[in-house]
């Protein structure tokens, strides 16, 4: 419907350039705007929710409280572009480009090798970029705290950190101390047997050749910005989308107004909490009130009482406003500022604590909120406003619970939070574990308060407060109201612990599962506080007067490690290679740490994926409709609301496609039944991205439910579900070696699965030509025959008028091989039957819907040895999870059996392996290809034996070691000189059996904190069963003004497979002055596994050449 207000103009900067748009629309993310509207791609689309930092760009606004530019960092990904009225917004295209000028954090990070796919590199310049506009040499700690929200899926973070210490003041990694000796050095080391000292680097780039940072040569803030900032308009700003109203105020009595009149509008601050909710649980809102104009709301004041936070505060303002308190109070009146400093430092990225409110925080009411619990105990007062006045709540248990009679009333908002100071007597802390130190939710979490009789160790007042163990923050208050008046001792303790049990229950089936661990949890937080709180009462001075005299319970050293938080340390790394030969001619790259061919672009954004490519005339796009049942019959498909809203095209199902619909018992469209949730039925064709997406919503299927359903690997064994035969290799005799040994040990090992999680989801763009049918295909994969032979069957269409082009991959890790085939050709069938150009980008949940990951396994093995750890008999049975279709599962069987002997001669031998279907998606190909969960099992059987024998297992894994050259298990001569060599050098180098004494001695001394360390070897047979599979091809142009064109058949994923080309073609023609690698294939090899297929086109490509 029309609004009959007309909608203002949104103005900001990007890039020093001003957006004046007339329709804003609120449901536009900046992400989307800079991608689609501005061109500028260099900004990445990962996850959609602030978690990958791939989005990342710098926003600087005028701050009106303290009248300063603030520059900080936010994910595109959730900032809708109505709340950037005012504000200035830097992408990674406007900090430089090899166009013009590179800016300093691009040319470093490119140079020391911190980018391989390149996928994640935008955001993490801007993540540093950032930092040093405000803080021109950070402190490593800084640096580590910029980056804590960007991931990176393959680089590692060694390189990427390395780039950044070196604006650092000061610096203790090893890159710093040049050519110097590294901390690896030292020690055993020194003493090295090997003597091969002199021929291994670690300098991997020059520092002195990177141009000097210069912060005056930085965009300054606009200075029409900063003249509407310092005359802020009063006026209320409206902004009409096609669904949704923006409305910002700019006077607290406006907002008040608006409360009245929209009620049930929520006020938007950071977007953290609503972005997420809208895309995961379809929450909207057609109405969005934007308080970000309010200064009132930014306010801080302090009393002798305690400080008043405004609820627009970031969490980031959060945090120095509180760090401020503590540097200026008295410890025992900062409690409970110093416990919520802790998770504040933890609480997701940086990013996110920029952009996120404490308003929206507290209000959001996350069952896993940080804050909120400590909060909570630290006797946290709401301060609220309404047009009818202000008022002040508690927030308490009934607030956190969202009871309507502790709750906000819908006209009222929440204006500030009023934190006490802790007094005399009182402790408070924060507890969380979470799977990493930063950027992940908390299992559980808790805030934890004491309050004890003057001078005494009886306790007055406890509150303690768990997140993460159901649906709200929880108060433990029935357990706290049983032990007032008791003493902190260890009968308290106990008694705690069965009463904290006992309330704080966590149902089996409860959200987010790992019930066992938290309930472990919820004990050992309450632990934990009991020894840091004894530990402060023990304190010379602390205690006046014990009642009876008695003395406090002492502490034993051995249980102190339980209050050891693991340090944040900034990660030490160094990356040791050999050097090439003095002799080699100093124009020959090969053997030299070279950066990465697309380095630069990669830091610049001006590297091309997929999806950067330009929207071509009359594109369309394309979105899937996925079952929602794991195993039923389609009973009917109902597309006519779909079809009549506004932008859609049409709908693709199974009767569109001309040619094959893919394999009889591996659809690529689902036509009568499904076989798991996320298989694809049909997929909608519309003008825009979200119209196609609504569109799907509005695809109506009905099922009829179909046993079994099955899921588990056990539960496919009972069913005799399986995709292929079994397979078996067998050496040696068995039966007999096991009636001959001193020992035998069976056991059973669970291996899970893993997601792929390359950066760049799953997307493809097929452009119909006019001519013969052809198409041109721009696709994200590994394998673009396999594309390019499953469009056409298909569409029933010749495979030479198919072009697949692969300029480079965002990362793969095995999932961009069989998948993008399927997209591919339903996208073509799109292009087929409308006419236009197809665009299908994967969303990240729509990804991991779809697509499968690695094979969890279940082995079960038997192992007969002698008392010596020798083995002489090893049986072993292996089931895979395959998911509802065969796909690659066939496979992954084979290699897991054919590489399970890892590398031990063991001389009878027995490998079964079987591939189980079940009711998900289907699971792929997958770095190691199945080599990880089976070696798993084999060393499980080692640490089993060595258990048993009393060894240590590298003394098991020695003992069974290939020696002398001997034939595999599958036939081929094996040498192990190479593999006991590095297995020496291994041991050497990372001084392992010093560490391994130094190991003991901690594990000893520290009941809690335990350490280990392990050296396993490795033999991984690179290539592929059949050798056909490893046929390559080089074209190579020598033009006529000596420059030249290498066309070849690998695929560039992030392993640099262009640079190694270009490495032969300079080190061995030099006479050559360009060398440029194209995506086109020739004929390609049959995979792009990184390896595999570096290692065949390089053969090729040299042996073709020269
Ligand atoms: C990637 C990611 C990681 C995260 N990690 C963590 C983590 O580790 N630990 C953790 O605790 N949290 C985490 N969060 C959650 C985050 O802390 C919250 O989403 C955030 O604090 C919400 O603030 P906001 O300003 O973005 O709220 P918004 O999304 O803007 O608003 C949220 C709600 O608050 C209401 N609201 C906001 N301000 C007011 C006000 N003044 N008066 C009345 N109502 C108001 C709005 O109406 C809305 O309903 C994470 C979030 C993301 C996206
Ligand atoms: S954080 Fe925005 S895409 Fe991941
Ligand atoms: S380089 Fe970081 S995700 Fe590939």
């Known amino acids: 419907m029309p609004h009959l207000s007309r909608s203002d103009e949104l103005v900001f900067f990007v890039n020093g350039r001003k957006v004046l748009e007339r329709n804003a629309d609120p449901e536009v993310t900046l992400l989307t705007f800079l991608r689609k509207n501005l061109r500028l791609t260099g900004t990445k689309y990962v996850c959609g929710r602030g978690g990958c930092g791939a989005c990342t760009v710098m926003v600087s ?12 960092s936010v994910t595109a990904c959730l900032v809708p572009i109505c709340s950037l009225y005012g504000a200035a917004v830097t992408t990674v295209e406007g900090v430089g480009s090899i166009k013009t000028r590179l800016h300093p954090v691009q040319e470093r990070i490119a140079k020391s090798h911190g980018t391989q796919c390149g996928f ?37 973070y060694r390189p990427i950190l390395e780039s950044g210490r070196t604006f650092c003041a000061e610096s203790s990694g090893c890159q710093q101390k040049g050519r110097g000796k590294c901390c690896l050095d030292q020690g055993e080391n020194a003493a090295s047997s090997l003597g091969r000292e002199s021929d291994i680097c670690t300098e991997l780039f020059a520092k002195d050749e990177f141009q000097p940072l210069d912060p005056t040569q930085e965009l300054i803030f606009p200075p029409e910005l900063l003249r509407m900032a310092e005359n802020p308009e009063k006026r209320t700003l409206t902004f009409h989308g096609e669904r949704v109203t923006w409305i910002s105020p700019g006077t607290l009595k406006d907002l008040l107004e608006l409360k009245v009149k929209h009620p049930d509008a929520p006020l938007i601050l950071g977007n953290t909490s609503l972005g997420p909710a809208k895309k995961s649980q379809g929450h909207f809102h057609p109405v969005l009130l934007s308080p970000a104009r309010i200064s009132e709301l930014s306010m801080v004041s302090t009393t002798s009482e305690g400080l008043t936070i405004g609820a627009g505060c970031s969490l980031a303002q959060v945090k120095d406003i509180l760090a401020g308190r503590v540097s200026e109070l008295p410890e025992e009146k900062t409690q409970t500022y110093r416990a919520l400093l802790k998770h504040l430092k933890r609480l997701a990225g940086q990013q996110i604590r920029n952009m996120a409110s404490l308003g929206g925080h507290i209000m959001s009411r996350h069952c896993y909120s940080d804050l909120n619990p400590v909060l909570a105990v630290g006797n946290t007062a709401l301060n609220l406003m309404s047009k009818e006045g202000t008022r002040q709540i508690p927030l308490d248990r009934d607030f956190l619970a969202g009871l309507a009679s502790a709750d906000l009333k819908p006209e009222e908002i ?19 574990q979470a799977q990493c130190q930063q950027n992940a939710l908390a299992d559980v979490t808790a805030g934890m308060r004491v309050l004890f009789q003057e001078g005494t160790d009886t306790i007055e007042d406890l509150s303690l407060a768990y997140g993460g163990v159901g649906d709200a923050t929880i108060s433990a208050q029935k357990s706290c109201q049983q032990l007032l008046g008791r003493r902190w001792n260890e009968p308290m303790l106990d008694e705690a612990c069965r009463l904290l049990l006992d309330e704080v229950s966590l149902p089996g089936g409860a959200p987010g599962g790992s019930v ?5 949890l919820v004990v050992s937080f309450f632990f934990k506080f009991y020894l840091e709180v004894l530990q402060e009462l023990k304190k010379p001075g602390k205690l006046l007067s014990v009642p009876d005299g008695h003395h406090f319970p002492e502490i034993s050293d051995r249980f102190l490690s339980a209050l050891e938080d693991f340090p944040a340390t900034v990660p030490q790394g160094v990356q040791r290679y050999q050097s090439v030969d003095s002799h080699q001619a100093l124009q020959d790259p090969v053997g030299r740490p070279i950066m990465h061919l697309s380095g630069l672009k990669h830091a610049t954004g001006e590297a091309i994926f997929c999806d950067d490519i330009p929207t071509v005339d009359k594109e369309l796009f394309m979105a899937l409709v996925t079952s929602t049942r794991a195993h039923a019959k389609i009973t009917s498909v109902d597309l006519s609301k779909a079809l009549e809203l506004p932008g859609v095209v049409d709908v693709i199902t199974a009767e569109d496609i001309p040619g094959t619909n893919g394999a009889e018992d591996d659809k690529l469209l689902a036509v009568d039944k499904v076989l798991c949730v996320g298989q694809i039925v049909c997929a909608v064709v519309a003008e825009t991205e979200a119209q196609a997406k609504r569109a799907v919503e509005e695809t109506k299927i009905a099922y009829e ?43 059973e090992v669970h291996v899970g699965g893993q997601e792929h999680f390359y950066m760049e989801t799953q997307r493809v763009l097929v452009i119909p030509k006019t001519e013969d049918k052809e198409l041109d295909i721009y696709v994200s994969t590994q394998d673009p025959a396999h594309v390019q032979k499953t469009v056409s069957s298909t569409l029933n269409i010749p495979i030479n008028r198919i072009t697949c082009h692969v300029k480079r991959v965002g990362g793969g890790f095995g999932g961009k091989v069989g998948r993008p085939a399927v997209l591919g050709a339903i996208a073509a069938v799109g292009a087929n039957k409308t006419g236009y150009p197809i665009r299908l980008v994967l969303d990240r949940e729509d990804d991991m819907l779809i697509t499968g990951g690695r094979h969890p396994l279940f082995g079960k093995y038997k192992v007969g040895f002698m008392n010596s750890g020798r083995i002489r008999a090893l049986d072993i049975e292996c089931f895979i999870n395959g998911g509802c279709t065969l796909d690659d599962s066939e496979l992954v069987t084979e290699f897991l059996i054919l590489k399970m002997e890892n590398a031990y001669k063991i001389h009878n031998l027995r490998f079964w392996g079987r591939a189980c279907m079940t009711n998900l998606p289907s699971n792929t190909a997958f770095r190691g290809f199945g080599f990880p969960q089976g070696t798993l099992v084999t060393e499980s059987c080692i640490t089993a034996v060595a258990a048993k024998c009393g060894l240590l297992p590298e003394k098991v894994r020695e003992k069974n070691m290939y020696k002398t050259v001997d034939k595999t298990i599958y036939k081929q001569a094996f040498n192990p000189e190479p593999l006991i060599r590095c297995w020496n050098e291994c041991l050497d180098k990372s001084s392992f059996h010093s560490r391994r004494m130094q190991v003991a001695e901690f594990n000893k001394k520290n009941y809690w904190r335990k350490r280990g360390l392990a050296v396993v070897p490795m033999k ?7 050798t056909s599979f490893h046929q390559a091809a080089a074209l190579v142009h020598i033009y006529t003004d000596g420059s030249v064109l ?23 023609g030099q006479g050559f002055r360009t060398a440029v690698a194209v995506e086109t294939p020739v004929r390609h090899p ?9 290692l065949t086109c390089c053969r090729t490509f040299s042996a073709f050449l020269f």
């Open 120 to 156: 994640c590199t935008p955001g993490m310049v801007m993540s540093m970029y950032t930092l040093l506009r405000n803080h021109p040499q950070p402190s490593e700690e800084q640096l580590m705290e910029a980056l804590g929200g960007n991931l990176c899926r393959c680089t590692g």
């Open 1020 to 1026: 991984f047979s690179v290539g592929f069963a059949a």
């Open 705 to 747: 439910d179909l046993e079994p359903v099955i899921f588990t690997i056990e539960d496919a064994i009972k069913h005799s579900s399986f995709l292929c035969p079994e397979k078996k290799l067998e050496q040696g005799n068995v039966e007999k070696a096991f009636e001959e040994v001193d020992q035998i040990v069976e056991g």
């Open 1086 to 1094: 049959w995979s792009a596994g990184a390896a595999p297929c570096s």
């Open 516 to 520: 066992e661990f938290k309930r472990t």
């Open 414 to 432: 929440l204006e500030s939070v009023y934190i006490p100071h802790s007094q005399r007597w009182e402790f408070v802390s924060a507890f969380r």
């Open 61 to 72: 606004k005028h701050d009106p409280v303290s009248r300063k530019i603030r520059h900080f």
């Open 1046 to 1068: 290498v066309t070849h058949g690998g695929n560039e994923l992030g392993q640099g497979i262009h640079t190694k080309m270009l490495q032969v073609l300079l080190g061995q």
